[in-house]
């Protein structure tokens, strides 16, 4: 269906999609002929017609023809629904006058534009466009208006033939406004000689849009542009998965299938990315390895910076006996050799690491150290990866610990293209302090690390703590694995259970599975019961019961607090299905409560949700009583949890109070940064600790059903897991150490750097 007209007023228009309701003035032979092809409308049919839809640069007093469909809305009546649109030139006088008076140019009215066309008549345009000077002979408009006029007319001109361009090659409104705004006429030229840059300059164009585009513009399949872009493509997604480099047949290989075709010069196109400052190619073990350009130099000036920071000055046996025997008789604890060694350690050298699994006496080496240090009058700041790691981390030691993004400073302006973060504490500006005790250290990735080392000023003490045996970080890197593998820093492994006898099930059996010691399970056991299910179904009613009766109360905790970790997103058992299946359990529908769907997700208030990408510049706040806000500040990272506090559908936003008592508002559009988290990944949790976990465990990908993963699901329960499934499955998860492979190297660009 068609529909031509004048836009008599603009109602509504949002600036960010293009949403568009306006008023269209109907000529009365398009009223007659609307009327007699569309009968079941007739009635309503009028002078005015409101339509609705993406309707970018419309501007009132434009000729435009609409297709689309007419709809009843059940508020407002009948509209019409556009699907796509033409704007057509005045073609007589009045219309000319129409047009120039409406507003749409700014500076023109209604009586300017009046004398504009009595002067040049229906020559207006071509005067405008060719020959604007001539503008000037009209009262009221001098030679700078002139131009000003036919600047305006000649962008709206250029913009509008763009979007027909860009139209043409399967781009959508909203996106082709973005990329005119971005490139204005020289879009022309990217388009015919490298469509790729799109994807490099501008958010939200990745590969494949700017792919179809290029192929739609009728690029080779072969095209160098293409296969650079595709191998960059292919390479940052490789540096998503968590590997800082990748190797260069495997890249290549990666690459070509993606395009679908044969790349037979990877050398040379490799080369040319080197010369662009896009990638480093490197030799790590005799394997030819590609990097991120950025990537690489991060590595490299995170190894730099350690060494940098790397000293020894070890303390006198005696005096540190004497201090250390002090402490044990004030603390009422007694140290064991490693533990000591930790201390003596941190008192001495520039950079420690301490390492080691649940129950080998982390916390009570760091509160050691911490009186050590405190002893001799020395400023200590303590940090973990997220919110929940540095609260365990306070109620631990008694100190107050923070973010490692808080204790930065997190700024919220954007940096390189990757990290994404800025922060107020760098090499300029470095934190003041004496020593610096990082926990968690498994969690931290190359980015946050080299922004951490920045911070760290020259003498200050930086402490590393975390268990190696932890899956990585959700970012690139393998930073606490690559340090202690280069061998070139104070090392020190805790491996004795303390109070094995006391320790309970967690514990031990932990470390029998990090060991691949296959043993004993059974219900029977206080903190580590397995419940034997053979199918998906069994298994879920099982959970359910689990989080929502028996757990909360063994472990005197709420149903929120009792976490459901799975190896999968996907499948009878992942990550999606179960917070579909946990939400109707435990926050089911009720009219006390507003929920809103949002993409193919229904959030409720008193949802548990995560954070599922780091965000730098959403802000929050610290409330108090009654709600006043007495801190605020930047950021919410990837893995963040909180519960669904307030849902507002006038406002179109819902406020999530996260850990640490910090309010974010989100606006619908920003809930695709958000999803339930009843159930999580075990990726996801790490870093975390809770009451009780549940794991379900009966199929799923090799890859995923592995003993890392498992060793990390079972050390985030604090008093009680929970393994619902086949015992089957659980056996061969500890036999299997065959965790997926991160590529990283900077234990070689540590080694590299030293000598």
């Not at 990315?273 to 073990?285: E, G, T």
């Given at each position: 269906?068609?529909?031509?007209?004048?836009?008599?007023?603009?109602?509504?228009?949002?600036?960010?999609?293009?949403?568009?309701?306006?008023?269209?003035?109907?000529?009365?032979?398009?009223?007659?002929?609307?009327?007699?092809?569309?009968?079941?409308?007739?009635?309503?049919?009028?002078?005015?017609?409101?339509?609705?839809?993406?309707?970018?640069?419309?501007?009132?007093?434009?000729?435009?023809?609409?297709?689309?469909?007419?709809?009843?809305?059940?508020?407002?009546?009948?509209?019409?629904?556009?699907?796509?649109?033409?704007?057509?030139?005045?073609?007589?006088?009045?219309?000319?006058?129409?047009?120039?008076?409406?507003?749409?140019?700014?500076?023109?009215?209604?009586?300017?534009?009046?004398?504009?066309?009595?002067?040049?008549?229906?020559?207006?345009?071509?005067?405008?466009?060719?020959?604007?000077?001539?503008?000037?002979?009209?009262?009221?408009?001098?030679?700078?208006?002139?131009?000003?006029?036919?600047?305006?007319?000649?962008?709206?001109?250029?913009?509008?033939?763009?979007?027909?361009?860009?139209?043409?090659?399967?781009?959508?409104?909203?996106?082709?406004?973005?990329?005119?705004?971005?490139?204005?006429?020289?879009?022309?030229?990217?388009?015919?000689?490298?469509?790729?840059?799109?994807?490099?300059?501008?958010?939200?164009?990745?590969?494949?849009?700017?792919?179809?585009?290029?192929?739609?513009?009728?690029?080779?399949?072969?095209?160098?542009?293409?296969?650079?872009?595709?191998?960059?493509?292919?390479?940052?997604?490789?540096?998503?998965?968590?590997?800082?480099?990748?190797?260069?047949?495997?890249?290549?290989?990666?690459?070509?299938?993606?395009?679908?075709?044969?790349?037979?010069?990877?050398?040379?196109?490799?080369?040319?990315?080197?010369?662009?400052?896009?990638?480093?190619?490197?030799?790590?073990?005799?394997?030819?390895?590609?990097?991120?350009?950025?990537?690489?130099?991060?590595?490299?000036?995170?190894?730099?910076?350690?060494?940098?920071?790397?000293?020894?000055?070890?303390?006198?046996?005696?005096?540190?006996?004497?201090?250390?025997h002090s402490i044990e008789k004030e603390e009422n604890i007694t140290l064991e050799a490693m533990q000591r060694e930790a201390?003596?350690?941190?008192?001495?050298?520039?950079?420690?690491?301490?390492?080691?699994?649940?129950?080998?006496?982390?916390?009570?080496?760091?509160?050691?150290?911490?009186?050590?240090?405190?002893?001799?009058?020395?400023?200590?700041?303590?940090?973990?990866?997220?919110?929940?790691?540095?609260?365990?981390?306070?109620?631990?030691?008694?100190?107050?610990?923070?973010?490692?993004?808080?204790?930065?400073?997190?700024?919220?302006?954007?940096?390189?293209?990757?990290?994404?973060?800025?922060?107020?504490?760098?090499?300029?500006?470095?934190?003041?302090?004496?020593?610096?005790?990082?926990?968690?250290?498994?969690?931290?990735?190359?980015?946050?690390?080299?922004?951490?080392?920045?911070?760290?000023?020259?003498?200050?003490?930086?402490?590393?703590?975390?268990?190696?045996?932890?899956?990585?970080?959700?970012?690139?890197?393998?930073?606490?694995?690559?340090?202690?593998?280069?061998?070139?820093?104070?090392?020190?492994?805790?491996?004795?259970?303390?109070?094995?006898?006391?320790?309970?099930?967690?514990?031990?059996?932990?470390?029998?599975?990090?060991?691949?010691?296959?043993?004993?399970?059974?219900?029977?056991?206080?903190?580590?019961?397995?419940?034997?299910?053979?199918?998906?179904?069994?298994?879920?009613?099982?959970?359910?019961?689990?989080?929502?009766?028996?757990?909360?109360?063994?472990?005197?905790?709420?149903?929120?607090?009792?976490?459901?970790?799975?190896?999968?997103?996907?499948?009878?058992?992942?990550?999606?299905?179960?917070?579909?299946?946990?939400?109707?359990?435990?926050?089911?529908?009720?009219?006390?409560?507003?929920?809103?769907?949002?993409?193919?997700?229904?959030?409720?208030?008193?949802?548990?949700?995560?954070?599922?990408?780091?965000?730098?510049?959403?802000?929050?706040?610290?409330?108090?009583?009654?709600?006043?806000?007495?801190?605020?500040?930047?950021?919410?990272?990837?893995?963040?949890?909180?519960?669904?506090?307030?849902?507002?559908?006038?406002?179109?936003?819902?406020?999530?109070?996260?850990?640490?008592?910090?309010?974010?508002?989100?606006?619908?559009?920003?809930?695709?940064?958000?999803?339930?988290?009843?159930?999580?990944?075990?990726?996801?949790?790490?870093?975390?600790?809770?009451?009780?976990?549940?794991?379900?465990?009966?199929?799923?990908?090799?890859?995923?059903?592995?003993?890392?993963?498992?060793?990390?699901?079972?050390?985030?329960?604090?008093?009680?897991?929970?393994?619902?499934?086949?015992?089957?499955?659980?056996?061969?998860?500890?036999?299997?150490?065959?965790?997926?492979?991160?590529?990283?190297?900077?234990?070689?660009?540590?080694?590299?750097?030293?000598?």
């Amino acid at each position: 269906m068609q529909i031509k007209g004048y836009v008599e007023k603009i109602i509504y228009t949002n600036s960010d999609n293009g949403h568009t309701i306006l008023d269209v003035s109907l000529t009365s032979d398009e009223i007659k002929r609307l009327r007699t092809e569309c009968p079941d409308y007739a009635d309503d049919i009028e002078d005015e017609m409101v339509c609705v839809g993406t309707l970018h640069l419309i501007n009132a007093g434009e000729y435009v023809v609409f297709n689309g469909d007419f709809t009843v809305h059940q508020t407002y009546g009948l509209q019409f629904k556009v699907t796509s649109y033409e704007e057509s030139r005045p073609e007589d006088m009045d219309s000319i006058e129409r047009y120039l008076g409406s507003g749409a140019i700014k500076g023109v009215g209604p009586a300017l534009a009046a004398r504009i066309v009595r002067h040049f008549k229906m020559d207006t345009f071509r005067v405008i466009e060719e020959n604007p000077e001539e503008l000037s002979q009209v009262k009221g408009i001098s030679n700078r208006m002139a131009m000003e006029i036919a600047d305006q007319v000649a962008e709206k001109k250029g913009m509008r033939n763009a979007m027909l361009f860009l139209g043409k090659l399967g781009i959508g409104m909203n996106l082709a406004v973005k990329i005119y705004k971005e490139y204005g006429e020289k879009i022309y030229d990217i388009i015919q000689n490298n469509p790729y840059k799109l994807a490099d300059d501008m958010e939200g164009v990745g590969f494949k849009i700017a792919d179809e585009i290029a192929r739609n513009s009728g690029m080779e399949l072969n095209s160098p542009f293409r296969i650079k872009s595709g191998i960059l493509y292919a390479l940052s997604a490789a540096v998503s998965a968590g590997h800082t480099y990748y190797p260069m047949d495997a890249l290549i290989e990666e690459a070509g299938r993606l395009l679908g075709v044969f790349i037979d010069n990877p050398e040379e196109i490799l080369t040319d990315l080197m010369i662009d400052r896009k990638v480093m190619v490197r030799d790590v073990d005799g394997t030819k390895a590609v990097y991120l350009y950025s990537v690489y130099h991060t590595e490299l000036a995170i190894a730099h910076r350690l060494l940098a920071l790397k000293f020894e000055n070890m303390p006198d046996d005696k005096t540190l006996e004497k201090d250390l025997h002090s402490i044990e008789k004030e603390e009422n604890i007694t140290l064991e050799a490693m533990q000591r060694e930790a201390v003596r350690a941190s008192a001495g050298s520039g950079i420690v690491i301490i390492t080691g699994g649940p129950g080998t006496g982390k916390t009570t080496t760091i509160n050691t150290i911490i009186r050590y240090f405190e002893r001799k009058g020395m400023d200590i700041m303590l940090a973990a990866p997220t919110g929940r790691a540095a609260k365990r981390m306070t109620e631990a030691t008694g100190h107050e610990a923070q973010t490692i993004h808080r204790m930065l400073e997190l700024s919220g302006t954007l940096s390189d293209e990757i990290s994404n973060a800025s922060f107020e504490r760098n090499e300029s500006n470095p934190l003041e302090t004496d020593v610096v005790i990082i926990d968690e250290m498994s969690m931290v990735d190359i980015f946050l690390m080299n922004s951490l080392l920045k911070a760290i000023a020259d003498g200050t003490r930086l402490i590393l703590v975390g268990d190696a045996n932890q899956l990585p970080s959700v970012g690139p890197g393998n930073v606490l694995k690559d340090i202690i593998a280069s061998g070139c820093f104070n090392t020190v492994r805790l491996a004795k259970i303390f109070r094995q006898e006391e320790a309970g099930d967690i514990v031990v059996n932990a470390h029998k599975i990090n060991e691949g010691e296959l043993f004993e399970i059974g219900p029977s056991s206080k903190d580590f019961p397995f419940i034997r299910r053979a199918d998906a179904n069994a298994i879920i009613n099982a959970l359910v019961t689990l989080v929502k009766v028996k757990l909360p109360a063994y472990t005197d905790c709420s149903p929120n607090d009792v976490q459901v970790l799975t190896p999968t997103r996907k499948g009878s058992l992942g990550v999606e299905r179960l917070n579909t299946v946990l939400q109707q359990f435990l926050n089911p529908p009720s009219n006390s409560k507003v929920e809103k769907e949002i993409g193919s997700i229904i959030f409720r208030e008193g949802d548990k949700v995560m954070q599922i990408k780091n965000n730098y510049k959403i802000p929050w706040e610290v409330r108090g009583r009654n709600g006043i806000p007495v801190e605020n500040g930047m950021g919410v990272f990837n893995g963040d949890m909180g519960i669904v506090d307030n849902i507002n559908l006038y406002l179109s936003e819902m406020t999530v109070r996260f850990d640490e008592e910090r309010y974010v508002t989100y606006s619908f559009k920003e809930a695709d940064e958000l999803e339930h988290a009843y159930a999580v990944t075990v990726h996801k949790s790490q870093g975390s600790e809770y009451p009780a976990v549940v794991l379900p465990l009966l199929d799923g990908p090799r890859m995923l059903m592995n003993r890392n993963i498992l060793y990390t699901a079972v050390t985030r329960a604090r008093k009680c897991i929970c393994i619902v499934g086949s015992d089957q499955t659980f056996y061969n998860m500890i036999s299997n150490e065959n965790e997926q492979k991160r590529f990283s190297s900077l234990d070689i660009r540590i080694r590299e750097a030293e000598i």
